[in-house]
């Protein structure tokens, strides 16, 4: 029995997609719904493409691959993610990596997600390792086999699931190979998802729409960030300290991000008040701005985020906004 264990070093994307670029496509192709896509004319920008619609949602970074895990996670029961084969994998670069206390071929991490005993190579005391069970679709807590329920499988390939009667535990079904991937953490999920991707050209990326219903991106900015650089509608949670002219202000905002409509239009930008202090008075909660911007080059909104993660605002000479208090 061959225990898979991916290590660290694998690069980039080992198959380029639709490398013929006189290739026109109408529609997303079936062959990506549910993939990774790696941009590997680019620098090697990573996109999920949702198994459903087909569009692809930009995974900047490990906070970005974690907002895409709680956004198009699925919930799951614990009765049917047990029909779905587990996959044993050790991503690259995964920080939290916590060992193989048992020494059994499963990290801490995916027993815990297991509910295995990370003291104990052999849970059940068959005299089989735990990850060998898994491998040979026996169920590491008897003497019964993993009832692997293909129709679920398929229908769940290209998901990400999460456990809801768990810890929320996120897992992705890899369509390749149908069994699903543990991801503890956004970091271990951008590393992983990255591994598993394909790589395609510009001209074929551009053929697939962008993500295109408002993405939650929770108190990511780098989540926002990636999805305002990729024309996703997005909002996010900016918490930020910061001095204009002689106040003092800290607050927290709900930052609202509306792409141009067609090219070269306008963007929108919205912000809500949550909470704020002024020279240290509550101003309290909803009053904020709409603003219609009229440069289209969203590199300066991008600049606005990023910079709002340093409480160091940088004020744009480029985005020209018209900007309203809300009625
Ligand atoms: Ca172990
Ligand atoms: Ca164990
Ligand atoms: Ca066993």
């Known amino acids: 029995m061959t225990i898979y264990r991916f290590i660290a070093g694998v690069s980039l994307a080992s198959t380029v997609l639709f490398a013929s670029s006189s290739l026109a496509l109408a529609a997303t192709p079936p062959a990506v719904k549910g993939r990774i896509l790696l941009q590997v004319e680019k620098n090697g ?33 614990n009765a049917d993610i047990w029909k779905i084969p587990v996959a044993n994998y050790h991503a690259p670069g995964d920080n939290d990596f916590t060992g193989d206390t048992d020494k059994d071929g499963f990290d801490d991490n995916m027993e815990l997600a297991l509910g295995t005993d990370i003291n104990k190579a052999d849970t059940d005391g068959d005299g089989y390792s735990d990850s060998v069970e898994y491998a040979s679709g026996n169920s590491p807590f008897g003497s019964t086999k993993i009832p692997v329920d293909s129709g679920l499988v398929n229908r769940l390939k290209g998901k990400i699931v999460l456990q809801v009667e768990g810890k929320g535990e996120a897992w992705y079904i890899n369509p390749v190979d149908g069994k699903r991937y543990y991801m503890p953490n956004g970091e271990v999920a951008y590393s992983m998802m990255r591994y598993m991707s394909l790589g395609i050209t510009n001209a074929n990326l551009s053929t697939i729409p962008v993500y295109s219903k408002d993405f939650d991106c929770g108190e990511s900015i780098d989540c926002m960030v990636g999805a305002v650089e990729a024309g996703t509608p997005s909002h996010g949670v900016i918490t930020a300290s910061f001095e204009l002219f002689t106040a003092s202000i800290a607050g927290k905002y709900l930052i609202s991000y509306e792409p141009p409509k067609t090219a070269g239009g306008t963007f929108i930008y919205k912000t809500t008040i949550i909470s704020q202090v002024v020279n240290g008075i509550s101003t309290g909660q909803g009053a904020g701005v709409v603003s219609t911007c009229t440069d289209t080059d969203v590199a300066q909104f991008v600049q606005f985020l990023v910079s709002s993660k340093v409480n160091t605002f940088v004020a744009s000479p480029t985005m020209v906004c018209t900007s309203a208090e809300p009625k």
């Not at 900047?60 to 974690?66: Q, S, T």
């Open 45 to 77: 920008e990573a996109w999920y493409v949702t198994p459903d619609t087909g569009e692809r949602f930009y995974l900047k970074n490990g906070e970005g691959a974690y907002a895409a895990l709680r956004n198009f996670g699925l919930g799951i029961t």
